[in-house]
């Protein structure tokens, strides 16, 4: 059974490393966000790749999710002490991968092709893949104009008022090669409970990727295949399987700012939102068991639901969590 | 009385710390050479500029005499499990500089602008200034061919046989600002004890520099002015009085590839292979005592000569060298 796992940021990285506990690697695919990714201190920095390649690599720091275990500071107070920019926080382990990783793309290598080097330095087993190999920064729209993600994210703490965002180029922008045929081998595609707005759309704005996802309707629309159990195989063409977790939980998001993102947009943050959000997307939704009245409401939209504890805090919890969610993949 | 002392690594930076302890900051200044820098880990790396400034700073590693004290490698170790190159060491806090040196400089601000600016903030008050803010990058041909000269020197541990040295582009390279006024302006200049051949070498071969430093002799060679002395002012185009402390002791160097450079090149490692080698530059030379021998044949070059110890070990004798140099200076 072949998976593939959308993911962004730390709850991303979580179920990705539940499913990691669970399948054999070679049958794992993660692709990943880069819209986070940016230039600070003259390095490339991939945020959402490092947190979900360094969680499964077990070198996450298990306080914050970001960032490296164990970590120290001092080429930050040294940085800083010069002059330098002190509104991104990197640490001294993580920085060896952000100098490492910028010293490969200047001599010509992939941005795919760096993160495999990486996992295999690193010892992660299933396959990382960037949503691309092309920069797709996410801009955002606000009440103070237009900003880069992490200028909203981090500098400016998430404060301003989001009006829309822009992944930018994601127009011309071709998936990392293995991303699209992992789409279209899957037996069943997993949204992470990431961000909707700035996690998984950029993924889904790559043209060729969400063509992959969501198949156009057949002619005989009014009686589409039935969906293949997970292992049987998909038809060429054919739907797949695609459960997404609920990021949000009794209206919060448990780290981000997804749910003020959506009441910004003029949307009431709830998991019934983020379902109706991926709508054309999705055969299965996961949402907390908080949450679980609105359960029915998510049924009749056409998909099935499954309503659990979500939260995952221990490595135990993203076993457990996934498990769930591939069994109810199957229904 | 305004100072000028040419240094390359840890001996010149010793002799320029001293230097710092008996001028008052605004009349020393340091003329650093910049032929070891280059490119590492896509950062610019100025060793001799940084053991310069971090020794005047009091952030200098008194075990190594180059890069910190109180030095982690955490960004060593990560960088290098990824496959990084591990045959140049970087410390965290050292890499502090490089990468916002590397940001400045790829911002536009130049080399000197950007150690003013580092000085200013490590509290060093002496101008460090570099010998240019062109590139001038130290080339040593070798018996395994020409090796740029970190390559040569820490990547083959100065094991190849050198037959010479380029400085490439020097003769298109003009000084960094303030260097050639701070030479003319001087009441006299020093030669650290740096390595002759690729310490004090490149800074004399930037074009001015050196002519700056030994005015073309007038047409009454045979009656030359009298040396003015310190604190008097210097005539238009007149001498100035310039000392070198002899980096050879007992024919050999305390550290680096001086001596063994001087007998692959086929001369004798020796105090008075090194007046030699400055011969027309100086008026001026400090030996040490061990070789006080040598002194009746330095002086017949048509220089004085002081014997006494070279030898730098802590601080007090950086200070203590240093008055007498300046004290020998002014005979």
Redo the contacts between chains.
């Keep these: 059974m072949k998976v593939v796992a959308l993911a962004g940021g730390v709850g991303g990285a979580k179920l990705a490393d539940g499913l990691a506990q669970v399948l054999p690697p070679e049958d794992l695919t993660i692709v990943v966000n880069t819209g986070d990714d940016f230039e600070h201190?003259?390095?490339k920095i991939c945020p959402d790749l490092d947190t979900v390649c360094y969680t499964l690599a077990g070198l996450a720091n298990p306080e914050t999710g970001w960032g490296r275990v164990d970590e120290?500071w001092?080429?930050?107070?040294?940085?800083t002490?010069?002059?330098?920019a002190d509104w991104f926080r990197i640490g001294?382990?993580?920085?060896?991968?952000h100098?490492?990783r910028?010293?490969r793309l200047?001599a010509g290598e992939t941005l795919g092709a760096v993160t495999a080097?990486?996992c295999r330095?690193w010892g992660v087993g299933p396959r990382v893949l960037p949503m691309s190999d092309d920069p797709i920064p996410t801009m955002v729209n606000t009440d103070v104009g237009v900003l880069p993600f992490q200028e909203y994210f981090v500098h400016q703490r998430c404060e301003p008022c989001v009006s829309g965002f822009r992944f930018e180029g994601v127009e011309q922008a071709e998936p990392a090669p293995g991303a699209l045929e992992a789409i279209e081998n899957a037996d069943a595609i997993i949204f992470c409970p990431s961000n909707p707005w700035v996690s998984i759309a950029p993924i889904l704005a790559v043209p060729t990727l969400r063509s992959a996802l969501a198949p156009p309707p057949t002619a005989d629309a009014a009686a589409p295949s039935p969906l293949p159990k997970l292992g049987e195989g998909r038809p060429p063409g054919g739907r797949v399987r695609v459960a997404a977790v609920s990021p949000i939980i009794a209206g919060q998001a448990l780290k981000g700012p997804a749910a003020k993102m959506y009441t910004e947009l003029g949307i009431q943050p709830s998991a019934l939102a983020v379902a109706q959000h991926y709508l054309d997307l999705l055969s299965g939704f996961v949402l907390d068991t908080l949450d679980q009245q609105q359960a029915a409401a998510i049924r009749a939209l056409g998909m099935n639901a499954l309503a659990t504890d979500t939260v995952m805090k221990i490595k135990d919890d993203c076993k457990r969590l996934a498990e769930e969610v591939l069994q109810f993949l199957n229904k």
Tied chains: 1, 2.
């Excluded at 002490?81 to 330098?84: F, I, M, Q, R």
């Excluded at 001294?92 to 991968?97: A, I, S």
């Design positions: 201190w003259g390095l120290s001092q080429v930050f107070d040294s940085v002490a010069l002059g330098g001294d382990r993580d920085l060896g991968t100098i490492e910028t010293r200047n080097a990486f330095a």
